[in-house]
């Protein structure tokens, strides 16, 4: 009798066990260096892709309980969720499955050259020595505006595979953070005033396209842009959510530091837990 007892103990504490796997969300992160976290400490052991253990995925991820399969990689651009970046590194999509719950995607910066943009914005004097970016890249037409229409359907085909590869998933798509306040901060970022605008407009015009692809398809946008305003490049040391051209934590310039992925995991956590009913 103490065997047969035994034995249904160990049999109900399996079941126990397979019950709570069955109910720990299975989230998969598919994204570029502004999900991955470039050189924040600790580093993944897959080096090339320079992703932190502290990225949002990974704030996000210990939030929810969430089992964790994190494929954000530094670089990416939209077609590396189906082809080999730097030519071995596998397609992001190959982390999806039928079984998979959630999924966070950050992606497009790279597919239309932001930080190119915001490198090549650069004036180490004031106005009117040197030459606006904006003038540059707007002459004619804004060529960073009609980067943005051209990968519209492109990211939209993404989603779609998404779906296609995990049918069952809530999908989440993150914009990106507000990068500079306007009318910036000559010169504790050298960037002209109306430069800064230009390029914050045109994050924002990214971010608004990723937004209208995701709601199109029932995907939720989760705003980044929004949690991160006071938190900008020109805030102070202590308050960045965002570095600069030098940076001041240990983190890649323009890109989020540690600070900065806490939060946005805690907002990403937050897009997925449902809403709590207000006391009354």
């Known amino acids: 009798m103490r065997i047969v007892a035994g034995l249904a103990v160990v ?3 399996v079941a126990g066990t397979s019950t709570a796997q069955a109910d720990t969300l299975d989230y998969v992160a598919l994204g570029d260096s ?4 470039p050189l924040i400490p600790n580093p993944d052991p897959a080096l090339w892709c320079l992703r932190s253990d502290r990225n949002y995925p990974q704030v996000a991820a210990k939030l929810l309980g969430a089992r964790l399969t994190d494929v954000t990689c530094s670089g990416a651009k939209t077609d590396d969720f189906a082809g080999r970046q730097f030519g071995f590194v596998a397609p992001q999509y190959d982390a999806l499955k039928p079984t998979t719950d959630l999924v966070s ?5 790279n597919d239309v050259g932001l930080v190119q943009t915001a490198l090549g914005c650069i004036n180490l004097l004031p106005e009117p020595v040197g030459l606006s970016c904006e003038a540059r890249l707007t002459a004619g037409g804004d060529q960073v505006a009609a980067a943005i229409r051209g990968w519209a359907p492109e990211f939209g085909a993404a989603l779609d595979e998404v779906k296609r590869r995990a049918p069952h998933a809530k999908v989440l798509v993150t914009g990106y953070g507000t990068y500079i306040r306007p009318g910036g901060c000559y010169p504790v970022q050298p960037i002209w005033g109306r430069d800064a605008d230009f390029l914050q ?3 924002d015009l990214l971010s608004a396209t990723a937004k209208a692809e995701a709601e199109k398809r029932g995907a939720t946008y989760v705003d980044l ?3 991160s305003v006071g ?7 202590a308050d960045r959510y965002l570095e600069g051209l030098v940076p001041t934590t240990v983190a890649a310039p323009l890109h989020p530091n540690a600070a900065g992925m806490a939060a946005f995991g805690a907002t990403v956590a937050n897009a997925v837990r449902p809403a709590q009913p207000s006391k009354a």
Not at 34 to 37: K, V
């Open 201 to 203: 407009r045109s994050v």
């Open 34 to 37: 502004a999900a991955a976290g």
């Open 105 to 109: 995607i950050t992606i497009g910066g």
């Open 225 to 227: 842009a929004a949690v």
């Open 231 to 237: 938190h900008d490049t020109c805030a102070k040391p």
């Open 11 to 13: 049999a109900m504490l």
